[in-house]
């Protein structure tokens, strides 16, 4: 069993491994609108045979560049402007294309972020498989296609000897990234590059990818450079970790010790993110609910996507709705907000049905029920200056106009933390992320609503600037008495702002309940498998759960399978 | 009171990288103009350069529009700059009417199919469902004639006429731009912030003139000029097949047809009006890649 | 293979449909005409006798419908009808016209596809460079200017300052191959050269899309040479585009042969059907623009119908 092998003992057995990549004050410029400006700004970074080393940043932090840079390579628009690149005696700045044409592939592989597009739709996985050892001349053919089945196998691949000849857009996603991993194997390299693996992934997929990508690298003691903006991945994959924000080096320190004792603010900070608990509300005396999800059945066309869906949300309460793509709780929130009319079944707000299309609904209705967007660069319209994107709700459905409407404007920016003076006459192109989050906020409260669905309202912000929303969100329930739908895939959010949870599966509702219950077992198998595939902090958790795992399949126990077997 | 001092805090901490420009939208517009490479500039002086031509035509021509003040086509001589046509009438008065006449057709025309096209096309992406089907196919068919031949066929029915012809190219054109228009609307109406004004309860009125069009602004400026041009060339050439713009009023693409014999004696008189004709398109060309390079913010190498 | 074959034979369908959507647009345009068409043609001075044998002569005193029906069998024998102008049959004036103008297509295909793809790929490979900016400025030159612009040009210097080649190329069913593509040289000419500007263009565009795509990146980390990325990896997924390309082109070809047939004298379709307009003889002018929509309709399905054969993602279904 290969998967016992800890993060600790090979970080140890290694540790004394000689130096295989040196990088020395690396600067990465890049172009944008006729100028160029740094992305990378004078990193070091050491790595030693058979390492494995974590690089964490948000977006934008220039993790993947450097990644890249490992091999030699910049993307077009990039160029490496500084510093030294060392791999295994070979300075890279230096090197011809062909030196490192003769590297890449052969001694350093690449693992891209989405394996879907990155392998080439016209030919077989196998073919792509065995294009680097024969093309760098290390093996035959035939050779090369055997030790792709042998690979495959070992990656845990179904049908290993049969999954070669087919074509990529034939193979599921989480197959296709392990199958990438094989392909950066093929050579036997000494440098694996993993540049997010598993961000495209669902959690119960990204587990298996994330085991079989350490066993293969421990399997043949290859060094890998991990990069992904995920902390409890890193966790797992990495003997060392150098946090990266804004192209300069935060801190860096063996995986145990960054976690347990960090010594940078914003490394603190990130760390401290999923420590933000929400109050607890007393359970709801009301006898009506607000808002009634009531036997909705729901489809696209033909394809039903929603099948008898109830619960109810009450005031001054956050109900999350988790689940993972394509489990039908965005869908969920289309029935609610009149998007897509059910089949069957309906939804009652304040005891009284409300019609199924929102074209026929009243502006009242309307009113009452305000969402909040994902991505909130798409959320508002960029050519609209925060005073009007704030103010059209005022004017439309309260009929304020002139100074009132200025006013509660105002009120609202201080409401949401913002300063009026400062920001009522910018455009969002003049917001940051989190910012632009709080304008929708603004706008949805604009409304005066007692309803909110907020759509992954975090996902797509940094950590820092997520924990701020949620504060600001929690804080306005409690002031306003306002019902929440979160609907949400990530679980540490839906223990820090939920009062009910409902787990949501191939568009049907698993299991509902309290928070409490619902984080004590026993749980329902998918709710199981769903929480236990959330990746935590601990270093130990991905050994330990695989472990937990094997046993129980020991045991004759049912361990649901991963929708990606 | 401490739980917002720390969110602020955090606040400046990563927001920090916000980039706060608000220059004036001139100094904007003259520091890109500076920027800009040479192909870009020369395009805008030729552009700028026909405007005023075509303005000030009565001011800056030596004669009348159709006034015949010689014989026929009378050599380059002190009163005749460029000499006479096949009338005996100045060749460098009817270059600069023809400016006027046939640049303002075609802006006309162009303009007629931004508003149905550009209509059309918004509306469509909108409302979709059966609107967008039955334009869309309606559009489908009308492409699948070559606009030319469509545009000769309407012409036999209809007769020539400058009415007829700028009714008849800009419907044909306008499928170009309800294409444009529609593609361009689609990626704007699919974003959060139009299902937000829909769930708001907002009419369609104000989804297109205040959530779409200022979006799709950029793409469908760039398309007018590139529209101008492929009209400007289509009418010069039904012109110049002597089925456009009719005598006799002045027009570049017929005068180049009328003194054509000129050339077998290696007169280039007549390549003038092709010539003036030629600069034009290659100006606004020019012009529109420049923009089009800038306002997508495009690099060829991604 | 059954997604494939179910694709194409509704893109087939489809341009069925349109080809019969078309030729009824082509037919019945001339009921969009307020008033009376013969009244109209005629003019205000024809007596009364004359508009009613002209109305016999078109069949305007029949249904639309019949007349369409009729009109559309008639073709599908390749009886056209009879020329107003001339009292000739149709099929006659059109027979070796169509020849000549598919004749000076088909040169001009043949001299601007090869060399519109080879400077267009070579523009994409070598992206920037000053030979690519160059390329841009004069191919944006190019496409701006009018055909009979760089057709006078021609003459101009090949014609009258150097007679090389003659400015009117009148042939006829009894001109030699080799005598038929001489005269035929500097239509052709023109014609590549507002074809090969826009086809160039499009090429590069394509190409450079195509080597964006993270299988290109992929294929580069891989230590592959440059040679292997751009046969193995780029050319199996550039079908689509460069078929697109030339399908294009070639349709814009058809169009453009008629500015140039005027220019030239050149004894074609578009010679033809710009008389006829002049003319007003409807008939030509319907069966004319019948012959070229069918052709570029024709063009487009053949675009898309490899399109959809060379989409590896099709080819082998899930």
Request: proline residues 5%; glycine residues 8%.
């Amino acid at each position: 069993m290969t998967t016992e092998t800890g993060t600790t003992e090979r970080g140890a057995a290694n540790g004394g491994g000689d130096v295989l990549l040196e990088m020395r004050g690396l600067r990465i410029e890049g172009q944008s609108d006729e100028q160029w400006s740094d992305i990378v700004k004078g990193l070091d970074l050491t790595l030693r045979r058979g390492e494995v080393l974590g690089l964490i940043g948000e977006s934008g932090a220039g993790k993947s560049t450097m990644g890249l840079a490992a091999m030699g390579y910049a993307r077009p628009g990039c160029r490496i402007s500084g510093g030294s690149i060392l791999f295994d005696g070979m300075d890279l700045m230096t090197a011809s294309e062909d030196q490192k044409r003769s590297l890449r592939g052969a001694r350093i592989a690449y693992v891209a972020q989405s394996a879907a597009a990155s392998f080439n739709p016209a030919h077989k996985l196998i073919e792509q498989y065995a294009e680097m050892p024969v093309r760098h001349g290390l093996k035959s053919r035939t050779e090369a296609n055997a030790d792709a089945v042998e690979l495959f196998g070992r990656l845990r691949l179904p049908d290993p000897e049969g999954i070669g000849f087919r074509y990529p857009h034939q193979v599921s996603g989480g197959q296709l990234q392990r199958a990438m991993t094989a392909m950066a194997m093929s050579c036997r390299p000494d440098l694996i590059i993993f540049d997010e693996p598993t961000t495209a992934l669902d959690v119960t997929t990204q587990i298996e990818v994330l085991a079989t990508i350490r066993d293969i690298v421990d399997q043949f003691n290859t060094a890998a450079i991990y990069i992904t903006h995920d902390l409890a991945v890193v966790a797992q994959m990495a003997d060392r970790i150098m946090v990266l924000r804004y192209g300069e080096l935060v801190e860096e320190a063996e995986t145990r010790r960054m976690l347990s004792a960090p010594t940078q603010d914003y490394t603190k900070s990130l760390w401290a993110v999923r420590s933000f608990q929400k109050q607890a509300v007393m359970a709801p005396e009301e006898a009506t609910p607000l808002v009634k999800v009531d036997h909705v059945t729901a489809a696209y066309g033909d394809t039903p996507v929603l099948h008898d869906i109830s619960f109810e949300i009450h005031r001054g309460r956050t109900v999350a709705v988790v689940g993972e793509s394509g489990s039908g709780k965005s869908t969920t929130a289309r029935v609610i907000t009149g998007l897509l009319p059910p089949v069957s079944g309906q939804v009652l707000f304040d005891g009284k049905p409300l019609p199924g299309d929102y074209r026929q609904r009243s502006k009242d209705q309307l009113r009452h029920a305000q969402m909040i967007y994902q991505m909130p660069d798409t959320a508002i319209n960029p050519r609209q200056r925060v005073r009007d994107i704030i103010g059209r709700p005022l004017s439309f459905y309260l009929g304020l106009n002139g100074r009132e409407r200025e006013q509660r404007v105002r009120g609202l920016l201080e409401m949401i933390e913002l300063d009026p003076d400062a920001f009522i006459d910018r455009f969002p192109g003049e917001l940051s992320g989190g910012q632009k989050q709080r304008i929708c906020i603004a706008r949805a409260l604009a409304a005066e609503p007692a309803f909110i669905i907020c759509d992954e309202v975090t996902s797509a912000l940094d950590q820092l600037v997520a924990e701020g929303i949620l504060k600001l969100l929690d804080r306005i329930q409690r002031e306003l008495n306002l019902a929440y739908m979160f609907i949400t895939h990530d679980i540490a959010t839906v223990r820090a702002v939920s009062d009910e949870v409902i787990v949501m599966y191939q568009g049907r509702i698993v299991e509902q309940g309290p928070k409490d219950e619902m984080f004590t077992p026993p749980h329902h198998d998918y709710t199981d498998l769903l929480l236990s595939s959330v990746p935590e902090m601990d270093p130990d958790w991905l050994d330990t759960l695989l472990a937990e795992r094997a046993a129980r399949k020991e045991r004759g126990e049912s361990v649901m399978a991963s929708g990606d077997q | 009171m401490t739980e917002r001092t720390e969110t602020d805090s955090s606040l400046s901490a990563s927001e920090a990288f916000v980039p706060a420009v608000r220059a004036g939208i001139w100094s904007v517009v003259g520091r890109e103009l500076w920027k800009a490479p040479f192909s870009a500039k020369f395009g805008l002086l030729v552009v700028v350069a026909y405007v005023v031509v075509a303005v000030f035509a009565p001011v800056l021509a030596p004669f009348g529009e159709s006034e015949i003040v010689g014989s026929e086509y009378e050599p380059w001589s002190e009163d005749f700059l460029l000499g006479t046509d096949n009338l005996g009438r100045d060749m460098l008065t009817r270059l600069i009417y023809g400016a006027r006449n046939t640049i303002g057709i075609a802006f006309v025309t162009t303009c007629l199919a931004f508003l149905i096209g550009g209509f059309g096309g918004i509306l469509a992406a909108i409302l979709g469902g059966w609107t967008d089907q039955l334009l869309s196919r309606l559009v489908d068919v009308l492409m699948a004639i070559p606009q030319l031949i469509f545009a000769l066929l309407l012409l036999t029915i209809v007769g020539t006429s400058v009415p007829a012809l700028v009714g008849i190219i800009a419907v044909l054109d306008s499928t170009r731009v309800y294409r444009l228009a529609r593609a361009v609307s689609m990626n704007v109406v699919v974003m959060d912030f139009v299902e937000a004004s829909r769930l708001r309860g907002e009419g369609i009125v104000w989804i297109a003139t205040r959530e779409v069009l200022p979006n799709i602004l950029p793409p469908l400026a760039a398309e007018f000029g590139l529209r101008f041009c492929f009209v400007f060339l289509l009418i010069s050439a039904l012109s110049f097949l002597g089925l456009g713009i009719q005598p006799p009023t002045a027009d570049w693409g017929s005068m180049v047809r009328d003194n054509a014999t000129l050339i077998t004696y290696s007169d280039i008189t007549p390549l003038l009006p092709a010539a003036a004709i030629a600069l034009l398109t290659v100006g606004v060309n020019f012009v529109v890649d420049w923009f089009l390079h800038k306002s997508s913010g495009l690099r060829d190498d991604h | 293979m059954y997604k494939i074959v179910k694709m194409v034979a509704q893109r087939l369908a489809l341009g069925l449909v349109t080809l019969f959507v078309v030729s009824l647009i082509i037919f019945l345009g001339v009921e969009l005409l307020p008033g009376d068409l013969a009244q109209e043609i005629l003019g205000r001075s024809a007596t009364e006798e004359t508009v009613a044998a002209f109305r016999r002569d078109l069949g305007l005193d029949l249904p639309p419908h019949t007349r369409y029906i009729e009109w559309l069998a008639g073709i599908v024998q390749g009886d056209f009808g009879r020329s107003l102008a001339s009292q000739r049959e149709i099929s006659e004036l059109i027979g070796v016209r169509l020849q000549n103008t598919l004749f000076l297509a088909a040169l001009a295909a043949i001299i601007s596809v090869p060399l519109a793809l080879f400077l267009g790929v070579m523009a994409a490979l070598y992206r920037n460079s000053v030979y690519d900016r160059a390329v841009n400025v004069v191919s944006l030159s190019a496409v701006s200017f009018p055909e009979f612009f760089i057709a006078y040009i021609l003459i101009l210097y090949l014609a009258v300052k150097f007679p090389w080649f003659p400015s009117l190329a009148n042939v006829d069913p009894t001109t030699p191959l080799m005598e038929r593509a001489y005269r035929s040289f500097l239509p052709a000419l023109t014609l590549t050269l507002v074809v090969v500007a826009q086809m160039m263009r499009m090429t590069r565009a394509a190409i450079i899309n195509l080597l964006a795509s993270p299988y290109i990146e992929m294929a580069n980390l891989k230590g592959l040479s440059r040679s292997r990325v751009i046969l193995y990896h780029a050319l199996p997924n550039a079908w689509a585009p460069i078929i697109n390309v030339i399908v294009l082109s070639l349709a814009y070809l058809i169009v453009g042969v008629v500015v140039v047939e005027v220019v030239f004298i050149y004894p074609g379709l578009g010679q033809l059907i710009v008389d006829s307009v002049r003319t007003r003889d409807i008939p030509v002018v319907q069966a004319c623009s019948l012959i070229f929509a069918a052709t570029y309709i024709l063009l487009n399905l053949t675009a898309d119908v490899l399109t959809i054969l060379t989409n590896p993602r099709l080819l082998h279904p899930k």
